[in-house]
Each structure stands twice: as structure tokens, then as C-alpha cells.
């Protein structure tokens, strides 16, 4: 709810300004954002702070707190990031434009020609010598 809130607060700024955000990436950015990175910090900050002896916070209330958040983010993510695919073929963002397809391929190709290179480098490695080659060279150019 709270990412709601800031996307919704703020995207007529993410809309107009740098990036040009529009509503279904807004969308996806509230469905599948970051998943208790600092909510599992936190509690793991003040699990820490209960352990030692002080009269306001029990070491209960700390363990509670990382297994009430660790919960959480652990079903997020299960929901969340289980159905984050489903939600991008019914937006329609699952598919990707022809330039951005060319320059997917043109990149591949690149990291291939590459790899070949440095692939034949390796052959005259010492230690890598009586690899098997032909095998080697299947794997990467498949």
C-alpha cells in the first residue's frame, strides 16, 4: 500500500520529468517492486537491540519481529513474484519492440563473437589443454 501511495503520489513527476513513466509501468512498479530489503533489515536491527539487556525491549519482541517480517516478505515474493508475469501479458508489456529485438540479437551476437575469441585463447592455456575442445566449443556456440 505504501508504494501505492508514493507512485501514485509522485507519477504525475515520474510522467513528465527524466523517464516519462506511464500507467502500466506504474503498475508494475507497485506489483513487483522491492521486497522487504529494508523491512528485513530492520528487523533485524531491533532483533539485534533486543538481545542485549535493556528494560524496554524484550528478546521475544525481537525474534517476533523477524519472523513476522521475514513472513511477510517471504509471501510477497511468492505471490508477487509468481504472478508478475501474468499481470505483464495482460498489460501487454511481455512482448518486446522490434528495435529493442534487434538490439537484443545485435548484443548476442556481439557476446558470441566474443566468446569465440577468447575461446581460442584458451586452447593454448596450459592448463586448460587437454580439455575437450570440440565438446567445449558445442556448448558455447549452442
Known amino acids: 500500500m505504501a508504494r501505492a501511495a508514493v507512485v501514485g503520489a509522485l507519477y504525475l513527476l515520474l510522467r513528465?520529468?527524466?523517464?516519462?513513466?506511464?500507467?502500466?509501468?506504474?503498475?508494475?512498479i507497485v506489483w513487483s517492486g522491492l521486497r522487504g530489503a529494508v523491512s528485513l533489515s530492520l528487523a533485524l536491527s531491533v532483533k539485534r537491540a533486543s538481545d542485549t539487556a535493556q528494560p524496554f525491549l524484550k528478546p521475544e519482541v525481537g525474534t517476533m519481529f523477524v519472523f513476522f517480517t521475514g513472513g511477510i516478505v517471504f509471501l510477497t515474493l511468492i505471490l508477487n513474484g509468481s504472478t508478475t508475469q501474468f499481470l505483464l501479458h495482460a498489460l501487454g508489456m511481455d512482448n518486446l519492440s522490434v528495435t529493442k529485438l534487434r538490439m537484443s540479437n545485435y548484443a548476442r551476437h556481439e557476446i558470441l563473437n566474443k566468446t569465440l575469441e577468447a575461446f581460442g585463447d584458451l586452447k593454448d592455456d596450459e592448463e586448460l589443454g587437454p580439455a575437450d575442445w570440440v565438446t567445449v566449443k558445442k556448448y558455447i556456440t549452442g
Not at 19 to 25: A, N
Open 16 to 28: 513528465y520529468f527524466g523517464y516519462g513513466l506511464d500507467f502500466k509501468e506504474a503498475i508494475i
